[in-house]
Nanobody
Framework: QVQLVESGGGLVQPGGSLRLSCAAS????????MAWHRQAPGKQRELVAI???????NYADSVKGRFTISRDNTKSTVDLQMNSLKPGDTAVYYC???????????WGQGTQVTVSS
């Protein structure tokens, strides 16, 4: 069992930056592949970035070069650094943890990111 709590969302102007953080508790964090997803109003939830137990990363094409995912296994946290934000990045951002590819993932409650002038 894993509990995930996201923080760091807010309102930012286009071109600005935000750093999201997800704190995990309840299990061996280093064993989990971690990811950030987002869901904009009226749209399906989509994968934004993923980081494996070994530290390999992958990003959605829409955020490559602007977002960076990182993890700190000593603190059981996974962060998402978001730069050059665009209005299209506006969404609720969710943290996700998965032990194995076929397991049901754990989800946080989400944090709102709004990019607007």
């Amino acid at each position: 069992q894993v509990q995930l709590v996201e923080s760091g969302g807010g309102l930012v102007q286009p071109g600005g930056s935000l750093r999201l953080s997800c704190a995990a508790s309840g299990s061996i964090f280093s064993s989990y592949t971690m990811a950030w997803h987002r869901q904009a109003p009226g749209k399906q939830r989509e994968l934004v970035a993923i980081i494996t137990t070994g530290g390999s990363t992958n990003y959605a094409d829409s955020v490559k070069g602007r977002f960076t995912i990182s993890r700190d296994n000593t603190k059981s946290t996974v962060d998402l650094q978001m730069n050059s934000l665009k209005p299209g990045d506006t969404a609720v951002y969710y943290c996700n943890a998965r032990l194995r590819a076929w397991d049901t993932p754990y989800w946080g409650q989400g944090t709102q990111v709004t990019v607007s002038s």
